[in-house]
C-alpha cells in the first residue's frame, strides 16, 4: 500500500504549498506569494495591535500628566490620602483624592453587594434550572439589559430613581450612592451573568451525572459540587464585574450627586474618580495643574482596572488549565 | 406507586428545598427581566408626546428646548461610521490572527492578556487617551476623526472577541480538508474560513455599532459639543474634520445643564438612543437565531 501524506496542521506560511503533496501543480506566480505574504505580516500586525493600544493610552495619558509628577510640586502620600480636594482655589490649590477613592469604593462596593446574588444566581438558573426556551429567551435579555448605553443609566437615576429613593426612604436627596450602586449593579450584572454562566459550563456533565446518581437533588448539586468546581471562574465573574463598575463613568456622574466628602450612609452624595475627571476636565485649562492632575486620576484607574482584570484572568485561566 | 417509593421526612425536605432553590434562582432571573420592560416602558410613555419624524428631522432650538435631534443624531451616525471603518478591519485581522495563525507561546498570552485589559479600561481613560493622542499629540484636533479613532479603539476587543468565537465555530475538519487540497494558510482562511464564519462576523459588527453609538464620556472631549447647528434634512453635513453633536451627549447636556426644558424632551432624546442601540441589538440577535438555525454543522 503506497503512502499518502495527509496534513492535520497548516502547511507553513506563504509558500506554494501546492508542491507539498501535488508536485504536478505549477509553482506559483511571485507576485502572488508576495501579496498573501503581504496580507500576513498585515495580519500579525493588527493581531499584535491590542499590546500597542494599551501601552499608548498608558503612555499617552501618562505623557499629559507627567509633567506635574515630576514638576516638584507633587507629593504621592499628599494625593492619594488627602481628603482636600480643592483644585480651583486660587492661593491654594490642593489635590487630595481620598475622598474621590472612597466614593468609588463605596459605590462599587454597594453595588457588587447588589449584583452577586442576582448576577451568580441567575447564572446558576442559565446554565442548570431552566429549559432550553427559558435560556434562549433570558440571555436575550440580558444581552439587551448589557446593551443599554451608561448615559441612558444615569437619566434613568435622575428621572426615575432619584423621586423613588426620596419617596420610598424619605432621603433628603435622591441622587446619592444607593442610586449609583442600583444603577451600577443593573449594569454589572450581565457580565456577571454570562462569565458565570460559561465558567458553571466548564464543569464536565460527569461531575453534574456524579452527582445525580448518588441521588442528590438539583439544589445539593449546585450547591455541593458545582460551586465548589467552579468557583475560580465564579469569582472571575464577579471581579469583571467590579472592574466595570469601578471604572463606569456616565451613570455614576449623573447618579451620585456630585459632592465630595466621604459617606457616612449610603444616602449620601459621593463623587468618583471618573465623575471628577468627566466633570472637570472640561474647564481646567489644557497645561494646568489642574488638568495634570486629571490626567494622572487617569492612570490611577487604568492601574485599578488593569489589577482586577489580571486577576479575573489569571482565575479564568485556572479553569481552562483544568 | 409502589410502597418503596412512599414519602419520608427527609425526601419531602428534599424536595422543598429543591422546589425553594428553583423558585429562587428563577425569581432571580426574573427580576433581570423586570426593570429592562419597566424601564423600556416608562421611558417610551413619557416620552410620547413629543415623538414623530420632525422630531427626528429638525434641530434643536431655543437653547437646546425646543426643535428636534438632527444635528445629535446625524453626529451619531457620523461618528459610529467612521470609528466603525478603523475597527472592524483591524479587529477581524487580529482576530483570524488570534484563531488561525498565533500559537500558544508567551506572545499570544500577552495579546490576549491586552484584549481583555483594553476591554476593562474604563471608558474616561479612553477619553482622557482620545485627548492625548489624537487631539494633542497627533494634532487632529477636536473633530469627528479624533472621536472615532477612540471610540474605534474602545470598541475593538468587542469586534475580536466576537469575530474569534465566530471563526473557532468554522470545524477544524473544513480547514484540514482545504490544506490537503494544496491550499495555503490564507487560501484556506479567504476561501473557507472566513466565507463559513462570515454571518457571525456580520453579528459581532453590528453588536459594535450599538455599543458605539451609545458611548457618552469619549467623545465628550475629542469631538463632540453641546450645540451645532446644521441644515436640517443634508446628510453631508459634517465633514470628518468638524465638530459635532452626538445623540448620547445631547442626553446628558439636556438633563444636567438645561433648565427648563419640557418635561418629555429628555425621555424622547433617550428613547431616540436607546432605541437605536436596542433596534440594532435586535437586527443582531434576529441574524444571529436565523443563521444558527441554518447551520448545518
Not at chain 1, 427559558?134 to 443599554?148: W, Y
Amino acid at each position: 500500500m503506497t503512502q499518502t501524506t495527509v496534513q492535520l496542521s497548516p502547511p507553513p506560511s506563504a509558500e506554494g504549498g501546492a508542491e507539498l503533496v501535488l508536485s504536478t501543480r505549477a509553482k506559483r506566480r511571485f507576485a502572488e506569494i508576495a501579496a498573501e505574504r503581504a496580507i500576513e505580516v498585515l495580519i500579525y500586525a493588527c493581531g499584535v495591535s491590542a499590546i500597542l493600544f494599551v501601552f499608548g493610552i498608558f503612555f499617552f495619558v501618562f505623557r499629559e500628566g507627567a509633567p506635574y509628577v515630576f514638576g516638584g510640586d507633587f507629593k504621592l502620600g499628599e494625593f492619594l490620602f488627602s481628603t482636600e480636594w480643592y483644585p480651583t482655589s486660587l492661593g491654594n490649590p490642593r489635590y487630595g483624592v481620598l475622598s474621590l477613592i472612597v466614593g468609588t469604593f463605596s459605590v462599587t462596593a454597594l453595588a457588587t453587594f447588589i449584583a452577586v446574588p442576582f448576577g451568580l444566581g441567575s447564572a446558576v438558573f442559565v446554565s442548570e434550572f431552566s429549559g432550553n426556551k427559558g435560556r434562549e429567551t433570558l440571555k436575550i435579555v440580558i444581552e439587551l439589559l448589557a446593551a443599554i448605553p451608561s448615559v441612558v443609566w444615569g437619566f434613568i437615576g435622575i428621572s426615575v430613581m432619584n423621586p423613588v429613593i426620596q419617596d420610598v426612604f424619605h432621603a433628603p436627596v435622591g441622587l446619592n450612592v444607593l442610586n449609583g450602586a442600583v444603577l451600577l449593579a443593573l449594569m454589572s450584572v450581565p457580565i456577571m451573568v454570562s462569565i458565570g454562566e460559561d465558567a458553571l459550563k466548564a464543569v464536565p456533565d460527569s461531575y453534574r451525572e456524579a452527582a445525580l446518581a448518588m441521588g442528590a437533588t438539583r439544589w445539593q448539586m449546585v450547591y455541593r459540587v458545582l460551586i465548589p468546581a467552579a468557583k475560580n471562574g465564579l469569582l472571575a465573574a464577579v471581579l469583571l464585574g467590579v472592574g466595570r463598575a469601578v471604572g463606569e463613568t456616565m451613570a455614576v456622574l449623573m447618579a451620585t450627586g456630585h459632592a465630595i466628602n466621604i459617606p457616612h450612609s449610603v444616602f449620601d452624595p459621593v463623587r468618583t474618580l471618573t465623575a471628577t475627571i468627566a466633570a472637570e476636565l472640561g474647564e481646567a485649562s489644557a497645561g494646568s495643574p489642574h488638568y495634570r492632575v486629571l490626567f494622572i486620576i487617569g492612570i490611577l484607574l487604568f492601574t485599578i482596572t488593569f489589577i482586577v482584570n489580571l486577576t479575573a484572568d489569571l482565575a479564568i485561566r485556572g479553569v481552562r488549565k483544568r | 406507586m409502589p410502597a418503596v417509593f412512599t414519602e419520608t421526612a427527609a425526601t419531602r425536605r428534599k424536595r422543598l428545598t429543591e422546589r425553594l432553590a428553583q423558585g429562587l434562582f428563577g425569581l432571580m432571573a426574573l427580576s433581570l427581566v423586570v426593570p429592562l420592560v419597566t424601564i423600556v416602558v416608562y421611558l417610551f410613555v413619557q416620552a410620547w408626546p413629543l415623538l414623530s419624524w420632525d422630531f427626528l428631522t429638525s434641530n434643536p432650538t431655543n437653547g437646546m428646548r425646543q426643535g428636534g435631534i438632527w444635528s445629535a443624531f446625524l453626529g451619531t451616525i457620523y461618528l459610529v461610521t467612521v470609528s466603525l471603518c478603523v475597527s472592524a478591519p483591524i479587529g477581524v485581522l487580529a482576530a483570524v490572527y488570534l484563531n488561525e495563525y498565533a500559537e500558544d507561546n508567551w506572545l499570544t498570552r500577552m495579546i490576549n492578556l491586552a484584549v481583555v485589559n483594553l476591554a476593562g479600561v474604563p471608558s474616561i481613560v479612553h477619553a482622557l487617551f482620545g485627548l492625548g493622542a489624537f487631539v494633542l499629540f497627533a494634532g487632529i484636533g477636536r473633530s469627528i476623526i479624533a472621536a472615532s479613532l477612540t471610540l474605534a479603539i474602545m470598541t475593538l476587543p468587542v469586534i475580536i472577541a466576537s469575530t474569534k468565537e465566530s471563526l473557532a465555530s468554522v470545524p477544524r475538519s473544513f480547514r484540514e480538508a482545504c490544506w490537503n487540497v494544496g491550499a495555503t494558510r490564507w487560501q484556506t482562511i479567504r476561501r473557507i474560513v472566513l466565507p463559513n464564519s462570515i454571518s457571525g462576523i456580520l453579528t459581532g459588527v453590528i453588536l459594535q455599532v450599538s455599543r458605539t453609538a451609545g458611548e457618552t464620556a469619549p467623545v465628550m472631549f475629542t469631538g463632540a459639543v453641546f450645540f451645532k447647528k446644521i441644515p436640517e434634512g443634508d446628510v453631508f453635513a459634517y465633514s470628518l474634520t468638524d465638530q459635532c453633536m452626538a445623540l448620547s451627549m445631547h442626553l446628558y447636556t439636556v438633563t444636567t445643564q438645561v433648565t427648563n426644558a419640557p418635561h418629555a424632551l429628555p425621555y424622547a432624546i433617550a428613547v431616540a438612543l436607546l432605541g437605536t442601540v436596542l433596534v440594532v441589538n435586535a437586527l443582531s440577535i434576529g441574524t444571529r437565531v436565523y443563521l444558527r438555525s441554518r447551520k448545518k454543522w
